[in-house]
Protein backbone atom coordinates (compact mmCIF):
# COMPACT_ATOMS: atom_id res chain seq x y z
CA UNK A 1 0.00 0.00 0.00
CA UNK A 2 1.50 3.19 -1.07
CA UNK A 3 0.85 6.21 1.04
CA UNK A 4 -0.63 9.38 -0.87
CA UNK A 5 1.41 12.35 -0.38
CA UNK A 6 -1.18 14.85 1.24
CA UNK A 7 -3.27 11.35 2.68
CA UNK A 8 -0.12 9.40 5.19
CA UNK A 9 -2.13 5.88 6.05
CA UNK A 10 -3.95 5.59 9.42
CA UNK A 11 -4.89 9.36 9.72
CA UNK A 12 -7.93 9.40 8.21
CA UNK A 13 -9.23 5.31 9.63
CA UNK A 14 -9.96 7.07 12.47
CA UNK A 15 -13.41 5.61 13.72
CA UNK A 16 -16.60 7.11 13.72
CA UNK A 17 -17.59 7.72 17.06
CA UNK A 18 -19.87 10.94 18.14
CA UNK A 19 -20.64 12.45 21.69
CA UNK A 20 -23.66 14.38 20.68
CA UNK A 21 -25.41 14.28 17.04
CA UNK A 22 -25.30 17.58 14.79
CA UNK A 23 -28.66 19.18 14.57
CA UNK A 24 -31.59 17.86 12.25
CA UNK A 25 -33.26 19.03 9.60
CA UNK A 26 -36.54 17.66 7.63
CA UNK A 27 -36.45 18.19 3.77
CA UNK A 28 -39.75 17.26 1.81
CA UNK A 29 -39.69 16.73 -1.84
CA UNK A 30 -42.64 17.24 -4.20
CA UNK A 31 -41.37 16.02 -7.70
CA UNK A 32 -44.42 17.71 -10.14
CA UNK A 33 -44.20 20.58 -12.19
CA UNK A 34 -46.28 22.45 -14.54
CA UNK A 35 -43.41 21.86 -17.46
CA UNK A 36 -39.92 21.12 -17.68
CA UNK A 37 -37.86 23.69 -17.42
CA UNK A 38 -34.84 23.39 -20.16
CA UNK A 39 -31.84 24.28 -17.65
CA UNK A 40 -33.54 21.66 -14.62
CA UNK A 41 -32.02 19.08 -13.24
CA UNK A 42 -34.01 18.56 -10.35
CA UNK A 43 -36.06 15.72 -9.79
CA UNK A 44 -39.23 17.23 -11.22
CA UNK A 45 -41.75 15.53 -13.53
CA UNK A 46 -44.55 17.14 -15.74
CA UNK A 47 -47.87 16.76 -14.00
CA UNK A 48 -49.11 15.39 -17.28
CA UNK A 49 -52.05 13.84 -15.67
CA UNK A 50 -52.82 15.50 -12.73
CA UNK A 51 -51.43 15.43 -9.20
CA UNK A 52 -51.95 12.28 -7.27
CA UNK A 53 -52.24 15.18 -4.41
CA UNK A 54 -54.05 12.73 -1.93
CA UNK A 55 -51.66 9.45 -2.36
CA UNK A 56 -48.57 11.47 -2.28
CA UNK A 57 -49.18 13.18 1.03
CA UNK A 58 -50.28 9.98 2.35
CA UNK A 59 -47.33 8.22 0.91
CA UNK A 60 -44.93 11.17 2.78
CA UNK A 61 -46.45 10.42 6.12
CA UNK A 62 -45.95 6.47 5.43
CA UNK A 63 -42.23 7.58 4.32
CA UNK A 64 -42.04 9.91 7.65
CA UNK A 65 -43.69 7.45 9.80
CA UNK A 66 -40.90 4.48 8.41
CA UNK A 67 -37.94 7.00 8.65
CA UNK A 68 -38.41 7.44 12.95
CA UNK A 69 -36.46 4.92 14.21
CA UNK A 70 -33.12 6.60 12.55
CA UNK A 71 -34.09 9.63 14.40
CA UNK A 72 -35.68 8.69 17.22
CA UNK A 73 -36.37 11.53 20.11
CA UNK A 74 -34.07 14.16 17.72
CA UNK A 75 -35.40 17.15 17.63
CA UNK A 76 -36.07 18.94 14.26
CA UNK A 77 -34.97 22.78 14.03
CA UNK A 78 -35.98 23.65 10.17
CA UNK A 79 -38.39 21.99 7.46
CA UNK A 80 -38.22 23.17 3.61
CA UNK A 81 -40.75 21.56 1.27
CA UNK A 82 -38.90 22.10 -2.14
CA UNK A 83 -39.95 20.61 -5.75
CA UNK A 84 -40.23 20.46 -8.37
CA UNK A 85 -43.04 22.66 -7.70
CA UNK A 86 -44.75 22.57 -3.97
CA UNK A 87 -47.18 24.97 -4.54
CA UNK A 88 -48.98 23.07 -7.06
CA UNK A 89 -50.39 21.43 -3.70
CA UNK A 90 -53.13 22.66 -2.00
CA UNK A 91 -53.51 24.34 1.43
CA UNK A 92 -55.32 20.76 2.45
CA UNK A 93 -52.34 19.15 1.55
CA UNK A 94 -49.77 21.06 3.19
CA UNK A 95 -51.74 21.04 6.45
CA UNK A 96 -52.02 17.76 6.67
CA UNK A 97 -48.27 16.83 6.01
CA UNK A 98 -47.22 19.69 8.31
CA UNK A 99 -49.68 18.40 11.23
CA UNK A 100 -48.47 14.77 10.89
CA UNK A 101 -44.77 16.01 11.15
CA UNK A 102 -46.03 18.08 14.18
CA UNK A 103 -47.53 14.82 15.46
CA UNK A 104 -44.34 12.73 14.88
CA UNK A 105 -41.45 14.93 15.66
CA UNK A 106 -40.23 16.63 17.93
CA UNK A 107 -40.61 20.09 16.16
CA UNK A 108 -38.79 23.13 17.76
CA UNK A 109 -41.25 25.75 18.57
CA UNK A 110 -39.43 28.41 16.40
CA UNK A 111 -38.66 25.98 13.79
CA UNK A 112 -38.20 27.91 10.26
CA UNK A 113 -40.57 26.14 8.00
CA UNK A 114 -40.21 27.07 4.05
CA UNK A 115 -41.90 26.68 1.35
CA UNK A 116 -40.87 26.85 -2.12
CA UNK A 117 -43.67 28.63 -4.95
CA UNK A 118 -43.93 29.37 -8.69
CA UNK A 119 -45.07 32.30 -9.22
CA UNK A 120 -46.88 30.75 -12.11
CA UNK A 121 -49.18 28.63 -9.50
CA UNK A 122 -49.69 31.71 -7.48
CA UNK A 123 -53.37 32.24 -6.01
CA UNK A 124 -53.47 34.53 -2.73
CA UNK A 125 -56.00 32.14 -0.95
CA UNK A 126 -53.41 29.22 -1.12
CA UNK A 127 -50.66 31.57 0.11
CA UNK A 128 -52.98 32.40 3.41
CA UNK A 129 -53.91 28.49 3.37
CA UNK A 130 -49.98 28.11 3.74
CA UNK A 131 -49.61 30.21 5.92
CA UNK A 132 -52.23 29.24 8.76
CA UNK A 133 -50.81 25.49 7.88
CA UNK A 134 -47.86 26.81 9.38
CA UNK A 135 -45.55 27.44 6.94
CA UNK A 136 -43.29 30.96 7.91
CA UNK A 137 -41.11 31.08 5.43
CA UNK A 138 -41.88 31.60 1.13
CA UNK A 139 -39.17 31.10 -1.14
CA UNK A 140 -40.26 32.39 -4.54
CA UNK A 141 -38.26 31.19 -7.78
CA UNK A 142 -38.87 34.34 -9.71
CA UNK A 143 -35.29 34.12 -11.80
CA UNK A 144 -36.03 37.48 -13.15
CA UNK A 145 -38.37 40.36 -13.99
CA UNK A 146 -37.54 40.36 -17.46
CA UNK A 147 -40.12 38.61 -19.74
CA UNK A 148 -37.78 37.99 -23.11
CA UNK A 149 -35.06 36.85 -20.30
CA UNK A 150 -38.48 34.36 -18.46
CA UNK A 151 -38.88 32.96 -22.28
CA UNK A 152 -35.91 32.22 -22.71
CA UNK A 153 -35.61 30.15 -19.88
CA UNK A 154 -38.96 28.25 -20.06
CA UNK A 155 -40.31 29.72 -17.20
CA UNK A 156 -43.76 29.27 -17.08
CA UNK A 157 -44.63 32.76 -15.27
CA UNK A 158 -44.03 36.65 -17.30
CA UNK A 159 -42.68 39.06 -15.26
CA UNK A 160 -46.30 40.75 -14.44
CA UNK A 161 -46.52 37.93 -12.73
CA UNK A 162 -43.53 37.52 -10.78
CA UNK A 163 -44.54 41.17 -9.29
CA UNK A 164 -47.73 39.84 -8.26
CA UNK A 165 -46.32 36.79 -6.91
CA UNK A 166 -43.97 39.04 -4.62
CA UNK A 167 -46.91 40.74 -3.53
CA UNK A 168 -48.91 38.45 -2.80
CA UNK A 169 -46.01 36.73 -0.71
CA UNK A 170 -45.49 39.86 1.20
CA UNK A 171 -49.64 40.07 2.46
CA UNK A 172 -48.96 36.99 4.10
CA UNK A 173 -45.39 36.56 4.81
CA UNK A 174 -42.79 38.27 6.70
CA UNK A 175 -39.78 36.05 5.95
CA UNK A 176 -39.56 35.82 1.94
CA UNK A 177 -36.25 34.49 -0.48
CA UNK A 178 -36.22 35.60 -4.08
CA UNK A 179 -34.15 33.31 -6.55
CA UNK A 180 -32.77 35.03 -9.09
CA UNK A 181 -30.60 33.49 -12.19
CA UNK A 182 -27.70 35.21 -14.14
CA UNK A 183 -25.66 34.67 -17.05
CA UNK A 184 -29.02 34.33 -18.86
CA UNK A 185 -29.21 33.94 -22.90
CA UNK A 186 -28.69 37.34 -24.15
CA UNK A 187 -28.60 39.09 -20.86
CA UNK A 188 -26.50 42.19 -20.45
CA UNK A 189 -24.48 43.02 -17.45
CA UNK A 190 -27.22 45.64 -17.10
CA UNK A 191 -29.80 43.75 -17.32
CA UNK A 192 -29.04 41.15 -14.71
CA UNK A 193 -28.66 44.81 -12.84
CA UNK A 194 -31.94 45.63 -13.36
CA UNK A 195 -33.46 41.93 -12.16
CA UNK A 196 -31.61 42.79 -8.68
CA UNK A 197 -32.80 46.48 -8.72
CA UNK A 198 -36.43 45.48 -8.61
CA UNK A 199 -35.78 42.87 -6.38
CA UNK A 200 -34.24 45.25 -3.88
CA UNK A 201 -37.83 47.46 -4.29
CA UNK A 202 -39.46 44.53 -2.76
CA UNK A 203 -37.01 44.29 0.25
CA UNK A 204 -36.63 40.80 0.85
CA UNK A 205 -35.50 39.20 3.66
CA UNK A 206 -33.31 36.82 1.44
CA UNK A 207 -31.94 36.81 -2.20
CA UNK A 208 -30.52 33.72 -3.81
CA UNK A 209 -28.72 34.80 -6.92
CA UNK A 210 -27.46 31.78 -9.68
CA UNK A 211 -25.68 31.68 -12.32
CA UNK A 212 -26.73 29.43 -14.79
CA UNK A 213 -25.14 26.34 -15.46
CA UNK A 214 -25.67 24.09 -18.32
CA UNK A 215 -26.19 20.43 -16.44
CA UNK A 216 -25.68 17.30 -18.46
CA UNK A 217 -29.22 15.93 -18.45
CA UNK A 218 -31.26 19.16 -19.57
CA UNK A 219 -32.41 20.52 -22.58
CA UNK A 220 -30.24 23.08 -22.54
CA UNK A 221 -26.97 21.09 -22.51
CA UNK A 222 -28.18 19.29 -25.37
CA UNK A 223 -29.08 22.59 -26.58
CA UNK A 224 -26.80 25.17 -25.20
CA UNK A 225 -28.37 28.54 -26.21
CA UNK A 226 -25.77 31.24 -26.49
CA UNK A 227 -24.58 32.52 -23.09
CA UNK A 228 -22.82 35.93 -21.74
CA UNK A 229 -18.90 35.11 -22.11
CA UNK A 230 -16.91 34.89 -18.91
CA UNK A 231 -15.75 38.31 -18.38
CA UNK A 232 -19.49 39.70 -18.98
CA UNK A 233 -20.94 36.68 -16.13
CA UNK A 234 -17.89 37.84 -14.04
CA UNK A 235 -18.85 41.70 -14.14
CA UNK A 236 -22.57 40.25 -13.85
CA UNK A 237 -21.78 38.85 -10.19
CA UNK A 238 -19.97 41.59 -9.02
CA UNK A 239 -22.41 44.35 -9.83
CA UNK A 240 -24.91 41.85 -8.28
CA UNK A 241 -22.76 41.89 -4.79
CA UNK A 242 -21.84 45.74 -4.56
CA UNK A 243 -25.54 45.75 -5.38
CA UNK A 244 -26.88 43.96 -2.51
CA UNK A 245 -24.07 45.08 -0.20
CA UNK A 246 -25.10 48.57 -0.69
CA UNK A 247 -28.62 47.89 0.45
CA UNK A 248 -27.57 45.65 3.55
CA UNK A 249 -27.56 42.37 2.22
CA UNK A 250 -24.66 40.20 3.93
CA UNK A 251 -22.95 37.61 1.04
CA UNK A 252 -22.67 34.69 3.30
CA UNK A 253 -22.74 32.00 1.20
CA UNK A 254 -21.71 31.73 -2.63
CA UNK A 255 -24.97 32.45 -3.65
CA UNK A 256 -26.86 33.60 -0.72
CA UNK A 257 -27.20 37.24 0.15
CA UNK A 258 -29.13 37.88 3.67
CA UNK A 259 -30.16 40.62 5.91
CA UNK A 260 -29.25 40.27 9.63
CA UNK A 261 -30.53 37.43 11.33
CA UNK A 262 -32.46 36.45 8.12
CA UNK A 263 -30.25 34.09 6.54
CA UNK A 264 -31.63 30.62 5.65
CA UNK A 265 -31.39 28.28 8.71
CA UNK A 266 -32.35 25.09 6.35
CA UNK A 267 -30.00 25.68 4.10
CA UNK A 268 -27.04 26.87 6.77
CA UNK A 269 -27.78 23.35 8.22
CA UNK A 270 -26.70 22.01 4.79
CA UNK A 271 -23.47 23.76 4.68
CA UNK A 272 -22.45 23.65 8.09
CA UNK A 273 -22.46 19.77 7.80
CA UNK A 274 -25.65 19.24 10.09
CA UNK A 275 -28.11 16.23 9.24
CA UNK A 276 -31.00 16.07 7.09
CA UNK A 277 -33.87 13.81 6.35
CA UNK A 278 -35.44 14.06 2.99
CA UNK A 279 -38.77 12.37 2.25
CA UNK A 280 -40.45 12.64 -1.05
CA UNK A 281 -39.60 10.76 -4.39
CA UNK A 282 -35.76 11.46 -4.59
CA UNK A 283 -35.26 13.04 -1.54
CA UNK A 284 -31.60 12.74 -0.20
CA UNK A 285 -31.09 11.94 3.50
CA UNK A 286 -28.09 12.42 5.36
CA UNK A 287 -27.78 10.90 8.92
CA UNK A 288 -25.30 10.64 11.77
CA UNK A 289 -25.69 7.95 14.86
CA UNK A 290 -23.16 7.01 17.19
CA UNK A 291 -20.92 4.71 15.07
CA UNK A 292 -21.63 6.16 11.07
CA UNK A 293 -22.39 8.75 9.14
CA UNK A 294 -25.08 7.36 6.46
CA UNK A 295 -26.77 8.67 3.27
CA UNK A 296 -29.63 7.71 1.58
CA UNK A 297 -31.62 8.30 -1.23
CA UNK A 298 -34.93 7.60 -1.87
CA UNK A 299 -36.69 6.11 -5.64
CA UNK A 300 -37.09 8.76 -7.60
CA UNK A 301 -40.18 8.37 -10.31
CA UNK A 302 -43.14 9.14 -8.26
CA UNK A 303 -44.75 6.02 -9.23
CA UNK A 304 -42.02 3.93 -8.14
CA UNK A 305 -41.61 5.72 -4.65
CA UNK A 306 -45.41 5.31 -4.23
CA UNK A 307 -44.90 1.81 -5.05
CA UNK A 308 -42.06 1.35 -2.83
CA UNK A 309 -43.49 3.33 0.31
CA UNK A 310 -46.82 0.80 -0.24
CA UNK A 311 -44.21 -1.61 0.36
CA UNK A 312 -42.72 -0.25 3.64
CA UNK A 313 -39.27 0.81 1.45
CA UNK A 314 -38.88 3.90 0.53
CA UNK A 315 -34.91 3.94 0.08
CA UNK A 316 -33.29 3.29 -2.74
CA UNK A 317 -29.81 3.29 -1.83
CA UNK A 318 -27.94 3.75 1.03
CA UNK A 319 -24.16 3.83 1.56
CA UNK A 320 -21.90 4.81 4.63
CA UNK A 321 -19.54 7.37 4.53
CA UNK A 322 -16.08 6.76 5.30
CA UNK A 323 -13.64 8.60 6.54
CA UNK A 324 -11.77 10.55 4.19
CA UNK A 325 -15.09 11.17 2.22
CA UNK A 326 -16.29 12.35 5.34
CA UNK A 327 -13.35 15.34 6.16
CA UNK A 328 -13.89 16.18 2.54
CA UNK A 329 -17.79 16.44 2.12
CA UNK A 330 -17.51 18.57 5.06
CA UNK A 331 -15.40 21.23 3.70
CA UNK A 332 -17.14 21.10 0.41
CA UNK A 333 -20.31 22.55 2.20
CA UNK A 334 -18.41 24.63 4.96
CA UNK A 335 -16.29 26.17 2.32
CA UNK A 336 -18.95 27.51 0.56
CA UNK A 337 -19.44 29.87 3.37
CA UNK A 338 -17.89 33.11 2.87
CA UNK A 339 -16.73 33.68 6.59
CA UNK A 340 -16.02 29.69 6.57
CA UNK A 341 -16.11 28.09 9.89
CA UNK A 342 -14.96 27.76 13.62
CA UNK A 343 -12.36 24.63 13.64
CA UNK A 344 -14.15 23.06 16.68
CA UNK A 345 -17.47 22.46 14.03
CA UNK A 346 -15.53 20.26 11.95
CA UNK A 347 -15.36 17.49 15.19
CA UNK A 348 -18.61 18.00 16.07
CA UNK A 349 -20.32 17.38 12.35
CA UNK A 350 -17.75 14.42 11.60
CA UNK A 351 -16.33 13.24 14.58
CA UNK A 352 -13.18 13.51 13.54
CA UNK A 353 -9.71 15.45 14.45
CA UNK A 354 -9.10 18.60 12.23
CA UNK A 355 -5.78 17.05 12.18
CA UNK A 356 -6.82 14.60 9.33
CA UNK A 357 -6.33 17.80 7.05
CA UNK A 358 -3.38 19.55 8.61
CA UNK A 359 -1.55 18.53 4.57
CA UNK A 360 -4.34 19.75 3.01
CA UNK A 361 -4.99 22.59 5.39
CA UNK A 362 -1.15 24.11 4.91
CA UNK A 363 -1.25 23.15 0.89
CA UNK A 364 -4.79 25.45 0.84
CA UNK A 365 -2.65 28.07 2.51
CA UNK A 366 -0.05 27.97 0.78
CA UNK A 367 -1.45 28.33 -3.00
CA UNK A 368 -3.39 31.61 -1.14
CA UNK A 369 -6.77 29.91 -1.51
CA UNK A 370 -7.46 29.47 2.61
CA UNK A 371 -7.38 31.58 5.48
CA UNK A 372 -6.42 30.49 9.53
CA UNK A 373 -7.29 33.11 11.97
CA UNK A 374 -7.40 32.29 15.64
CA UNK A 375 -10.11 29.20 15.32
CA UNK A 376 -11.82 30.41 12.14
CA UNK A 377 -10.97 28.78 8.71
CA UNK A 378 -12.21 30.80 5.53
CA UNK A 379 -12.09 30.83 1.97
CA UNK A 380 -9.41 34.28 0.53
CA UNK A 381 -10.95 35.92 -1.71
CA UNK A 382 -9.12 34.18 -4.24
CA UNK A 383 -10.47 30.72 -2.88
CA UNK A 384 -14.03 32.13 -3.52
CA UNK A 385 -12.89 32.82 -6.97
CA UNK A 386 -11.78 29.86 -7.49
CA UNK A 387 -13.72 27.75 -5.40
CA UNK A 388 -13.44 24.39 -7.25
CA UNK A 389 -9.56 24.20 -6.99
CA UNK A 390 -9.91 24.96 -3.17
CA UNK A 391 -12.36 22.12 -2.63
CA UNK A 392 -9.86 19.77 -5.06
CA UNK A 393 -7.09 20.11 -2.36
CA UNK A 394 -9.09 18.27 -0.09
CA UNK A 395 -10.27 15.64 -2.55
CA UNK A 396 -9.52 11.97 -1.34
CA UNK A 397 -7.17 10.26 -3.34
CA UNK A 398 -9.36 7.61 -5.14
CA UNK A 399 -11.85 10.40 -6.52
S1 LIG B 1 -40.05 25.05 -12.04
FE1 LIG B 1 -38.12 24.67 -10.97
S2 LIG B 1 -38.13 22.48 -10.44
FE2 LIG B 1 -39.74 22.82 -11.99
S3 LIG B 1 -38.75 22.33 -13.92
FE3 LIG B 1 -38.56 24.55 -13.62
S4 LIG B 1 -36.58 24.83 -12.57
FE4 LIG B 1 -37.13 22.65 -12.43
Redesign the pocket.
Given at each position: MVAHPLHPIGLKAQAVKFRALPPLSLYIHVP??????P????N?H?ARSGLLEQEYVAALIRDLELALPQIWGRKVYTVFIG???PSLLSAQAIEGVLAAVRMLLPLDVNAEITL?A?P?TVEAERFAGYRNAGVNRLSL?I?SFSDAHLKA????HDAAEARRAVEIAQQHFDNINLDLMYGLPQQTVEDAARDVVTALGYAPQHLSCYHLTLEPNTLFHRHPPALPDEDASGEMQQRIEQLLAAHGYRHYETSAFAKPEKQSRHNLNYWQFGDYLGIGAGAHSKLSFPDKVVRQARHKQPQAYLDAVAQGLPVQAEHEIGGDDLAFEFMMNALRLTEGFDEALFAERTSLSLLVLRRELDEAGRRGLLLRDRSRIAPTELGKSFLNDLLQVFLPPEH
Open positions: WCVRKCYCDFSEGGTENGGQLGRI
